[in-house]
């Protein structure tokens, strides 16, 4: 029967009765196989066959039909079947392995035991890779079959209904992702070593059919881990309400105390190296010895505490919080190294980096990497297509590039120089802008070590935008330049310079706009003859601001707030400028809407060849 309804699976013949009944047939093995489990008539990490007794033939046979089983329920899960999902949950659930803990010379009871990795990986390898993944690896040859990725209902019931629920769960699917990615990783690198052998031709096309579908596997390991927000910071965030799918061994000293989780404390390096070495074997598992608090400050030796033995307590690997975080670390840069990341993902992933990943993983700086690899990549991209997209993706980047330096002490002195390239006016028009006004305030303001040319580039380069860019980006612009200029006293020479011509006192303005080099810009030698432009602007509220910059009073006038010039848009100036009619009428004033600067004669100017038309007096 089973065999039956995979082959309907695979045809697509099958209906919502079928599906029922479908789900029901599933439940009934599930059961069957888990009371089979349970007499331990049924072990699914006994498969050697030297054993010729009947009970390990009938073990053998059944695991012949528990493989199965599993293979239907794994084509379940690539069709989107919600219901083999629910019971490969089940399986994992019910078929439980013993820990195996030799190794460390430890003993635990035959009663306990722990997830079993193999299945769980078998479920995170359906449930990542897409259809056309597996039609491509198995058939050899391009397939008529469309990209499909998994479904957001499928991610959404595995995440909420297993994944958030239990603890040990949740560090076996990010090790399971760790796994699964690498292994890519390295199938990737053993294919490339192959092609060199061959022409060029040869091994590009073989290589896009091998990794035509790789890009939907990554995306599919993105989302599922920008899932997981809530993985344990500390171990009272590990113990506090914590619920596992099997309970973890007791391993403690009979004067045990309270663990120390000290871990941040280590050589975290050493630590990330060895790690990515862990075995993934289902019943060897690692067992950690801490000390408790009284391993930090020595007992005095009196004859009373003498006796007393140094209170230790044995945790098993997912009792650590160091290592649930440490493995989360992991599945994020093994995932990162795979090529072809969707764009739509890469905004999302940046994003969850730099406002949750970064603050609790061990080494942040270890995505330094991935943060500048993405703004290179943008940059080239936004240079090509001026696309919006390729933007967001740089300033999602720099941000994440100023976290490390701000919080981490990352050393990225081409910082400031990527930033300045992305000060254009159509920076002002992405969803995104007030992420990146909020980037381009802080790094400026919060370091008042910034050399002198460095200041005057942005100065000037904030001067150009407010021309050219919108009323909302030209007030920031503004107010920032202010702020800037009042900040660092060494740039006031950009508003005092005076012309060196004595016929007619006009300055040759030398700064060059192209340059990303913030050393060959010349910004110092030239003068902000853009706020005098300014003054004349049509919104009177640029031109009041154009006016003050560089005349304010560094002891009586505060600066600017940036927070209430980022929230500026078309849409708010409109509405506070109708406020602004209203409340004048209301209080019976005249008001005062600037129309122009001059009132016309007529409709076209005199040169014009309708000049005679329309005329106004």
């Known amino acids: 029967q089973l065999r039956k309804s995979s082959k309907q699976r695979q045809r697509g013949n099958f209906n919502s009765a079928s599906e029922r009944d479908d789900a029901l047939r599933l439940d009934k093995l599930r059961r069957i196989f888990a009371r089979l489990v349970e007499r331990r008539e049924l072990d699914i990490t006994d498969r050697s066959n030297i054993d010729q007794s009947a009970s390990a033939k009938w073990n053998q046979w059944l695991l012949t039909q528990h493989d199965v089983f599993i293979d239907y329920l794994v084509d379940g899960i690539i069709a989107g079947k919600t219901a083999s999902m629910r019971t490969f949950c089940g399986v994992i659930a019910t078929t439980p392995v013993k820990i195996n803990l030799q190794s460390s010379g430890d003993s635990v009871d035959e009663k306990q035991y722990m997830l079993s990795e193999q299945l769980l990986n078998k479920l995170l390898s359906a449930l990542v890779k897409s259809k056309q993944y597996f039609e491509l690896n198995k058939s050899g040859e391009d397939s008529k079959a469309d990209s499909l990725v998994s479904e957001e209902s499928m991610l959404a019931l595995f995440e909420s209904e297993f994944l958030r629920q239990y603890r040990d769960?949740?560090?076996?699917?990010?090790?399971?992702?760790?796994?699964?990615?690498?292994?890519?990783?390295?199938?990737?690198?053993?294919?490339?070593?192959?092609?060199?052998?061959?022409?060029?031709?040869?091994?590009?096309?073989?290589?896009?059919?091998?990794?035509?579908?790789?890009?939907?596997?990554?995306?599919?390991?993105?989302?599922?881990?920008?899932?997981?927000?809530?993985?344990?910071?500390?171990?009272?965030?590990?113990?506090?309400?914590?619920?596992?799918?099997?309970?973890?061994?007791?391993?403690?000293?009979?004067?045990?105390?309270?663990?120390?989780?000290?871990?941040?404390?280590?050589?975290?390096?050493?630590?990330?190296?060895?790690?990515?070495?862990?075995?993934?074997?289902?019943?060897?598992?690692?067992?950690?010895?801490?000390?408790?608090?009284?391993?930090?400050?020595?007992?005095?030796?009196?004859?009373?505490?003498?006796?007393?033995?140094?209170?230790?307590?044995?945790?098993?690997?997912?009792?650590?919080?160091?290592?649930?975080?440490?493995?989360?670390?992991?599945?994020?840069?093994?995932?990162?190294?795979?090529p072809d990341i969707p764009t739509r993902t890469q905004k999302h992933v940046l994003q969850h980096l730099s406002s949750y990943v970064l603050g609790i993983c061990p080494s942040p700086l270890r995505f330094a990497e991935y943060f500048t690899r993405s703004f290179q990549a943008g940059t080239k991209k936004a240079a090509g297509t001026k696309g919006s997209s390729s933007n967001l993706i740089s300033i999602l980047a720099l941000d994440g590039l100023f976290i490390l330096m701000l919080d981490h002490q990352l050393e990225y002195p081409e910082f400031y120089s990527s930033l300045y390239q992305l000060l254009h006016p159509r920076i002002l028009y992405t969803k995104q802008r007030a992420r990146f006004l909020q980037l381009l305030s802080k790094s400026l303001m919060a370091n008042s070590m910034l050399p002198a040319y460095v200041v005057a580039s942005y100065c000037k380069k904030l001067c150009r935008l407010a021309l050219s860019g919108p009323p909302s980006g030209g007030l920031f612009a503004l107010a920032l330049v202010s702020n800037l200029l009042r900040k660092h006293g060494e740039c006031a020479c950009l508003i005092h310079r005076e012309g060196k011509r004595e016929d007619v006192g006009l300055i040759e303005d030398v700064f060059v706009e192209e340059v990303d080099d913030l050393t060959q810009t010349r910004a110092l030698e030239s003068s902000l003859w853009e706020l005098t432009a300014l003054e004349k602007h049509y919104h009177h509220a640029i031109a009041t601001v154009a006016k003050a910059v560089g005349t304010e009073d560094d002891k009586t006038t505060p600066m600017y707030d940036m927070e209430d010039f980022m929230a500026h848009t078309y849409k708010s100036l409109f509405e506070q400028e109708k406020k602004r009619l209203s409340d004048a009428k209301a209080n019976k004033k005249k008001a005062r809407v600037s129309l122009t600067f001059v009132e016309p004669d007529a409709l076209f100017t005199k040169e014009d060849v309708f000049g005679d038309f329309f005329k106004c007096k």
């Open 169 to 338: 769960a949740q560090y076996f699917v990010m090790k399971g992702i760790n796994k699964i990615a690498m292994d890519l990783r390295a199938s990737m690198d053993g294919d490339a070593n192959k092609s060199k052998g061959k022409d060029d031709k040869d091994s590009d096309e073989d290589a896009e059919v091998e990794y035509k579908g790789m890009g939907d596997v990554a995306e599919n390991m993105c989302r599922l881990l920008t899932m997981m927000d809530y993985v344990a910071r500390t171990a009272s965030d590990l113990n506090q309400e914590a619920r596992y799918l099997f309970d973890p061994p007791q391993l403690m000293d009979a004067d045990s105390g309270d663990e120390d989780d000290d871990h941040d404390e280590r050589d975290e390096d050493d630590d990330s190296e060895a790690d990515d070495t862990e075995s993934d074997s289902d019943s060897d598992e690692s067992v950690e010895e801490t000390e408790g608090a009284g391993r930090k400050r020595a007992a005095p030796s009196t004859g009373r505490s003498s006796n007393k033995r140094s209170k230790k307590t044995k945790v098993i690997t997912w009792q650590q919080s160091y290592k649930h975080r440490f493995a989360l670390q992991q599945a994020w840069l093994s995932t990162l190294r795979l």
